[in-house]
């Protein structure tokens, strides 16, 4: 089916000044804006994680999205692997780990 093979599924861990600033309930207005499915939480080392799936296209401008973040953010890196798509879904805020 097409639609199964345009999805695409990734774990971003973003860097910098991303925690205290709103970046997680951007990201979920951002994600639910884009019709993704996944999470984000904060995650003891400062960073935030999340995980992004849906169409690639979508996928990708949520990436390139996470790269600038909420005005109040700094963020100086993002690290993108592949990840399990969860399916369709909701995109929600996780507890930090």
């Given amino acids: 089916m097409a639609d199964e093979e345009d999805r695409k599924a990734v774990l971003a861990r973003v860097h910098g000044k991303v925690q205290g600033v709103w970046y997680r309930g951007w990201t979920v207005d ?6 993704l499915a996944g999470w984000v939480r904060n995650r003891g080392d400062g960073t935030v994680e999340a995980l992004f799936a849906g169409p690639a296209d979508a996928v990708d401008r949520m990436l ?34």
């Fill in 30 to 35: 951002t994600a639910n804006r884009l019709g």
């Fill in 64 to 97: 390139e999205a996470c790269r600038r973040g909420p005005s109040a953010a700094i963020v100086s890196d993002i690290a993108v692997e592949p990840a399990r798509d969860p399916g369709p879904g909701v995109f929600e805020q996780r507890p930090t780990l």
